[in-house]
T-cell receptor, first 110, second 112 residues
Framework: GQQLNQSPQSMFIQEGEDVSMNCTSS?????WLWYKQDPGEGPVLLIA?????ELTSNGRLTAQFGITRKDSFLNISASIPSDVGIYFC??????????FGQGTRLTINP | SQTIHQWPATLVQPVGSPLSLECTVE??????LYWYRQAAGRGLQLLFY??????ISSEVPQNLSASRPQDRQFILSSKKLLLSDSGFYLC???????????FGQGTRLTVV
C-alpha cells in the first residue's frame, strides 16, 4: 500500500537554527499536507500544497510540493521554543485515504 | 466557521468493558469523517472513514466499530475492550476527498 517515508525521525537543535524535514513516497500524490502536533493535542494543519512545484509559506514555515509529485519538504527558519512538537506530512491521490508519515519530533535547546 | 468536537479527552476503562467515543462537526454539511489511532510516539493509523450517514468503511480488522447516525456525528465503539486498544484516538473531517483534513483534540484511552 501507499507509504510515506518521513525524515528525520527526530531533531535536536539550538534556538534560532533553521530546520528542514522531508517526506518521500513511492506513489504519486495530488496533495501534500504538513501538520504540527503538540503533546496531548490533535494535529493542526500548517500548510497545504495542491500543485507539483508549488512553494508555499506560512510565516517562518515554507513547504514545497516536489516536481515529481513523490516528495515534499518543510523548512522552519529561525526556530523558537514554541516550534517544539511533532511534525507530520500527509498525502493523498484523491481517494478517501489520507496517508501520514511517521512524524519528525523537534526538540529545541535554549 | 467549522469546528470539530471530540469527547471525552481522557478515558480509563477496564479490559472487557464497552467503549463509546463521540465526534461531532459544526458549521458544515455532509463532511467526510475519519477515526485515526495513534500509538505513543508513532504516526496516525486510519481506522474508519465515512462519506455519509450510515456509510462506514473499515481500514483494518480490529476490535472496534464505527457508526454515523447523523450527518455530523461519528461514533467509535467497542463491545469489549482489549489492552491493545489503548492509544490516542483522533477524529477528523474533510469537506471532500481532495481537501485538507482537520482534527479534533483527541481522546487518550487507557485500557487497564
Amino acid at each position: 500500500g501507499q507509504q510515506l517515508n518521513q525524515s528525520p525521525q527526530s531533531m535536536f537543535i539550538q534556538e534560532g537554527e533553521d530546520v528542514s524535514m522531508n517526506c518521500t513516497s513511492s506513489s504519486i500524490f495530488n496533495t501534500w499536507l504538513w501538520y504540527k502536533q503538540d503533546p496531548g493535542e490533535g494535529p493542526v494543519l500548517l500548510i497545504a500544497l495542491y500543485k507539483a512545484g508549488e512553494l508555499t509559506s506560512n510565516g517562518r514555515l515554507t513547504a514545497q510540493f516536489g516536481i515529481t509529485r513523490k516528495d515534499s519538504f518543510l523548512n522552519i527558519s529561525a526556530s523558537i521554543p514554541s516550534d517544539v512538537g511533532i511534525y507530520f506530512c500527509a498525502g493523498h491521490r484523491g481517494a478517501q485515504k489520507l496517508v501520514f508519515g511517521q512524524g519528525t519530533r523537534l526538540t529545541i535547546n535554549p | 466557521s467549522q469546528t470539530i468536537h471530540q469527547w471525552p479527552a481522557t478515558l480509563v476503562q477496564p479490559v472487557g468493558s464497552p467503549l463509546s467515543l463521540e465526534c461531532t462537526v459544526e458549521g458544515t454539511s455532509n463532511p467526510n469523517l475519519y477515526w485515526y489511532r495513534q500509538a505513543a510516539g508513532r504516526g496516525l493509523q486510519l481506522l474508519f472513514y465515512s462519506v455519509g450517514i450510515g456509510q462506514i468503511s473499515s481500514e483494518v480488522p480490529q476490535n472496534l466499530s464505527a457508526s454515523r447516525p447523523q450527518d455530523r456525528q461519528f461514533i467509535l465503539s467497542s463491545k469489549k475492550l482489549l489492552l491493545s486498544d489503548s492509544g490516542f484516538y483522533l477524529c477528523a473531517w474533510r469537506k471532500n476527498p481532495n481537501t485538507e483534513a482537520f482534527f479534533g483534540q483527541g481522546t487518550r484511552l487507557t485500557v487497564v
